[in-house]
Each structure stands twice: as structure tokens, then as C-alpha cells.
């Protein structure tokens, strides 16, 4: 199970971190990933923290955003800095592994940039 918090309302330059609390599964082999959706938009890939340690960004938040885990809470974070409008959407995190390839989804949580 996959529990996604943090979002909210936030002016546009602010900052916001979400949380994905991970039950239910060995987080520690997982790539743990965020997605975002905005309205009439396809849900496109925002950053991956993997089980190598390395991370991954999308080019439109490069710099602004930061992923991170803690294996010991199981939680994944992604701290959202620099914030603009364009980044209004609905985020979900992903936890995901290519063998035997099983994926699963959190619930969401809205972030609307906004002054």
C-alpha cells in the first residue's frame, strides 16, 4: 500500500514536500518513482529514486524538485521547491521493479500552484 500526502496550495516560488508512506511490500527493492497528472493532461514520469541510490529527473523540474527515501520510515519523499503554475497536478508515487515486474500505485495528492 502506498500512502501519498503533503499536497496542498502553494503561491507560485514556494515550496511544498510531498510523502509517500510504503506498506505492504520490501521497499528496499523497489524504484520508488513520481508521476503527475494535470487536468487534460497525460500522467507523465517526474523523478525516480532507485535501488542503486542513483536518482532521475525530468528535465522541467531539474534543479526544483528532490527525491529522497528513508528505508528505516519506508517513505519516499519529493521535495518540491521553486514552485510555477505549470506544476499544478494531481502526484502520485509509484513503487515499481523489473523483475518480476510488478508495479503499484498511490492515491494521489493535489498540488495547485496558485497566487
Known amino acids: 500500500q502506498l500512502q501519498a500526502s503533503g499536497g496542498g496550495l502553494a503561491q507560485p516560488g514556494g515550496s511544498l514536500r510531498l510523502s509517500c508512506a510504503v506498506s505492504?511490500?520490501?521497499?528496499?527493492?523497489?524504484?520508488m518513482n513520481w508521476f503527475r497528472q494535470s487536468p487534460g493532461k497525460e500522467r507523465e514520469w517526474v523523478a525516480a529514486?532507485?535501488?542503486?541510490?542513483?536518482?532521475n529527473y525530468a528535465d522541467s523540474v531539474k534543479g526544483r524538485f528532490t527525491i529522497s527515501r528513508d528505508i528505516a520510515k519506508t517513505t519516499v519523499y519529493l521535495q518540491m521547491s521553486s514552485l510555477e503554475p505549470e506544476d499544478t497536478a494531481v502526484y502520485y508515487c509509484?513503487?515499481?521493479?523489473?523483475?518480476?515486474?510488478?508495479?503499484?500505485w498511490g492515491q494521489g495528492t493535489l498540488v495547485t500552484v496558485s497566487s
Open positions: 509509484n513503487a515499481a521493479r523489473l523483475q518480476p515486474g510488478d508495479r503499484y
Open positions: 505492504g511490500i520490501s521497499f528496499s527493492l523497489y524504484d
Open positions: 529514486s532507485y535501488t542503486s541510490g542513483a536518482r
